[in-house]
């Protein structure tokens, strides 16, 4: 996973399906099969014919467009972050020091490579940066 990823995870997708759907129509039968990729992307041609009553043909045409078109980008497993000991979820706003040596973007990208974190954005407002932590206590985060 590249840094700019790492940072903007949905950012990306979004702007592919924006262009997407600029560039060729998306209609009702790809949008209810991306909703069936999202919710278990493993799932065969065969079990998505039968959840979504249409040809398995039609499925795997459908998917390679979608792929083509920068749509889905690719596939990919949803760990259960509690199994592995990392089930306490947590958003950290943090405050940037105007004048500092490194740039915020930097500062952002330097903390985005720490261990417990899995996303970091910068914001507008009173904070600067939001982070998408995990870890195995309320305890670990707050040592971040």
Not at 45 to 59: G, K, Q, V, Y
């Amino acid at each position: 996973m590249t840094k700019r990823e790492r940072l903007y995870p949905k950012q990306d997708a979004v702007e592919g399906m924006k262009r997407a759907r600029r560039q060729e129509k998306l209609d009702e039968k790809d949008l209810l099969i991306l909703r069936e990729l999202e919710l278990d992307s493993s799932r065969n041609l065969r079990e998505l014919s039968e959840a979504l009553d249409m040809p398995r043909t039609t499925i795997q045409d459908r998917i390679n467009k979608l792929k083509r078109m920068g749509v889905i980008k690719r596939f990919t497993i949803k760990v259960d972050r509690a199994k592995l000991g990392k089930g306490v979820l947590a958003f950290v706003l943090v405050s940037f020091m105007p004048g500092s040596e490194i740039s915020q973007k930097a500062l952002a990208h330097e903390i985005a490579m720490l261990e417990n974190v899995e996303e970091a954005h910068l914001i507008s407002g009173e904070w600067d940066i939001l982070l998408k932590v995990r870890g195995s206590s309320m305890k670990e985060i707050g040592e971040l």
